[in-house]
């Protein structure tokens, strides 16, 4: 009885098929075909990963490495702050809950004192000293904030996007609602983001963590000089 032919690696010619009896025939290298020649067992790796030892039958698999929605890379940083009055639940819990089925960069939060809500997806502190929150700043890629007006020009002054929620005065967040005022009449502003809407906190939160970076070189120091004069008039008016 004639003995069927077995395929074998071509050792010499890498990613080529060839059989002993006929000749090479050149054709794709897949791992599926190995597995189904060989007649046993292969040894898979990332591409990105080098091997102990070398294995003749060891192949490479793809790296899969995201670049806007999977891992970021390690520049990227997120700053949530509340103020230094007091605790802002409703806006950590939103970012716990977005950070917790998302791959975010590193998020530091100061979330103040009194709340009764922890977040379990970053670390936090209750206060943070002037000059560690100055090097964060510094270092954000995104500032998550209340509609502070110190957190704002802070955020402008360093040219970094800010997403700003609101207190509001009817969820006992504030005793007026002087912040709403404040994002209502600055909500126009290139790199300021309003959350008015919980719903919508996620999308809006991602928008601005992948705005442009150059977002502030174009005609930054009017558009700093017209936000300044806002909030001046704005106080002055209340």
């Known amino acids: 009885m004639r003995k069927a032919s077995v395929d074998c690696i ?8 060839c059989n002993p009896i006929r000749k090479n025939v050149g054709s794709a290298d897949t791992l599926a075909r190995q597995h189904c020649q060989l007649r046993t067992g292969l040894v898979v790796r990332p591409s990105c990963k ?15 490495t995201k670049q806007k929605n999977g891992l970021l890379g390690p520049s990227l940083m997120i700053l949530v702050t509340v103020g230094t009055q007091k605790s802002f639940d409703r806006l950590i819990r939103l970012v716990d809950s977005w950070a917790s089925y998302k791959t975010l960069p590193p998020i530091y939060a ?7 809500y922890i977040p379990s997806m970053f670390p936090y502190h ?6 560690r929150l100055e090097e964060l700043t510094q270092q954000a890629t995104l500032i998550i904030s209340h509609a502070g007006m110190g957190s704002i020009l802070t955020a402008r002054q360093h040219r970094k996007p800010i997403l700003v929620v609101p207190r509001r005065e009817d969820l006992n967040e504030h005793r ?28 809006i939160a991602e928008s601005a963590l992948y705005a442009p970076r150059d977002l502030f070189n ?7 000089g017209t936000l300044i004069n806002k909030l001046k008039n704005w106080a002055n008016a209340t």
């Open 126 to 131: 209750p206060f943070l000293p002037k000059s």
């Open 10 to 17: 071509d050792r010499s010619s890498p990613g080529t098929i």
């Open 218 to 224: 174009h005609q930054y120091s009017t558009q700093l």
């Open 176 to 203: 007026n609602n002087h912040q709403c005022d404040t994002a209502r009449s600055l909500e126009d502003t290139p790199g300021l983001y309003v959350c008015w809407n919980d719903k919508d906190f996620d999308n």
């Open 110 to 116: 100061q979330i103040g004192n009194g709340g009764d």
């Open 50 to 64: 080098t091997l102990s030892q070398r294995n003749p039958n060891a192949m490479a698999a793809p790296c899969r």
